[in-house]
């Protein structure tokens, strides 16, 4: 554990000083990563400018605050190919358990959006679940980013052995109240007027927290951020790119005009007072005093000398390089950051050849993020349905996550290739899994086998009514 500063060291009275120094620690944690957590943070925001360096280029041009939108573009890329849509249960029915509800209430859609984004940024992100209180959901889901959370990992269980939380902070940085997760209890604190107060909340949901990590290893199971280094540092490159490139529009692109021979009255006003530089260079200089009685040697008569303006191409070229070795590093096709000089759209297998690397990086991202997810659902559930951790049945082991695929494709590519699969398996054309595989979202199947139920209940009322009415004919009865 990091020791933390003594000035922002806490002590919580009425709490165990192991507990007090368990609290600081993780504190030491967390600011021992804030800068860094921060930093990647503003390259994210596009807030990440670039201060002067060297001599060469004006301070003005750095005072611009350009920024580049790449570190960004990084991330969301990739957060857009993984979307979780829900979860299923192949042995039983989520919806009985509260499952929808514990979907929507939470709008889990969304918060598993937010914590992956987070958990690229930083690394890690948190899921934690919660009891509500009154006028809340009964079971409750929270994100936490790497800023204001961290915990301890215990590397023999693969889960967690606590988690802070710091829930509010002062004007001036210092921490206002935390939450402690632990194994059963849950320790709430608050500071107020200066004076800490505190509270246990005991429960049966174990260390109620998940790591959601981005690329674990084993000497770092919180994972790794997807604003790397080289990431960081090709975009700084490009964005001193920028700077000259502002530099070299003003003051280079103008031809420059050498006058030999001339006085100071050309650059004048009309009034005697002097032009400033951008009327000089923006107007035209329609006369120059001249002295045809002058002697003939190479400065007494008046003359104009001009050299054309440089051309930026190259500071655009260095920026395009710059690009494209940040493509290359996050994964993404050049044409997604780089200038693209291309006249006709390319084929569909040549683009899809272009994201095979960030399609390989979303699926193993999905396959680091399912564990965490599918737990802390599980736990949801325990939580709706008044169930201790330890008497979770085995059955919903088999509760999984669903993810969309990856590989963007068209509604009639997917209803293509599910008709070839379902020509193969005729039944699974009267299944729920039949109906995705022919493109169709959640939603659309439940509504098309609900109808399907009803049709056949009709089918069979009618049915019913029309042998009612034979036998009535039958039997001499008027029908």
Not at 131 to 141: C, N, R
Not at 171 to 177: A, E
Not at 194 to 208: A, I, L, M
Not at 360 to 367: F, I, K, T, Y
Request: overall charge negative.
């Amino acid at each position: 554990m990091t020791v933390l500063p003594d000035a922002q060291k806490i002590r919580i009275p009425g709490v165990d000083s192991d507990v007090n120094a368990q609290i600081n620690g993780l504190l030491g944690e967390i600011h021992k990563r804030r800068l860094t957590n921060v930093i990647r943070q503003s390259y994210y925001d596009n807030k990440r400018a670039i201060h002067q360096i060297g001599t060469l280029i004006p301070p003005q041009y750095f005072r611009l605050g350009l920024a580049l939108g790449w570190s960004a573009k990084a991330v969301d890329a990739l957060a857009r190919r993984c979307n979780l849509l829900g979860f299923t249960w192949a042995d039983g029915d989520l919806e009985a358990l509260g499952g929808t509800d514990l979907w929507d209430s939470n709008h889990l859609g969304s918060e598993v959006d937010a914590a992956i984004v987070a958990a690229l940024i930083h690394g890690p992100a948190f899921l934690v679940n919660t009891v509500g209180e009154e006028g809340e959901p009964s079971s409750l889901v929270h994100v936490l980013d790497a800023t204001e959370a961290t915990g301890t990992w215990n590397r023999r269980r693969r889960s967690l052995d606590d988690l802070l939380s710091i829930t509010g902070r002062e004007g001036d940085g210092r921490v206002q109240s935390l939450a402690l997760y632990l194994d059963g209890r849950t320790l709430i604190a608050d500071r107020t007027d200066g004076k800490w107060s505190h509270e246990w909340q005991d429960h049966e949901y174990g260390v109620p927290a998940e790591v959601l990590a981005y690329k674990p290893r084993p000497k770092r199971p919180f994972g790794t951020s997807r604003i790397t280094k080289p990431i960081m540092g090709l975009q700084d490159a490009a964005v001193r790119g920028l700077i000259r490139r502002e530099g070299h529009m003003d003051v280079y692109s103008y031809p420059e005009l050498w006058m030999l021979g001339a006085d100071q009255s050309i650059f004048k006003n009309a009034d005697g007072t002097q032009m400033d530089a951008w009327s000089i260079r923006l107007g035209r200089i329609k006369g120059i005093p001249d002295d045809k009685d002058a002697p003939t040697d190479a400065l007494a008569r008046a003359d104009v000398k001009q050299i054309p303006g440089s051309d930026p191409a190259p500071h655009h070229k260095d920026i395009n390089t710059l690009a494209k070795l940040f493509a290359r590093e996050a994964s993404l096709p050049d044409s997604a950051v780089a200038i693209s000089d291309m006249v006709n759209p390319t084929s569909a297998e040549s683009y899809d050849a272009s994201q095979y690397e960030l399609i390989a990086e979303a699926e193993g991202a999905v396959d680091d993020f399912s564990p965490a997810l599918r737990r802390s659902f599980v736990r949801g559930l325990a939580i709706k349905n008044e169930i201790p951790v330890d008497e979770i049945p085995d059955t919903w082991k088999s509760i999984h996550d669903n993810w969309r695929n990856p590989r963007y494709e068209s509604r009639a590519a997917l209803a293509d290739a599910g008709t070839k699969q379902l020509s193969a398996v005729p039944w699974l054309a009267e299944t729920e899994v039949g109906l995705e595989l022919l493109g169709l979202t959640p939603d659309q199947v439940k509504n098309a086998l609900a109808q399907k139920r009803r049709i056949a209940g009709t089918d069979a009322l009618r049915t019913i009514l029309d042998r009612a009415a034979s036998r009535t004919v039958a039997d001499g009865d008027v029908a």
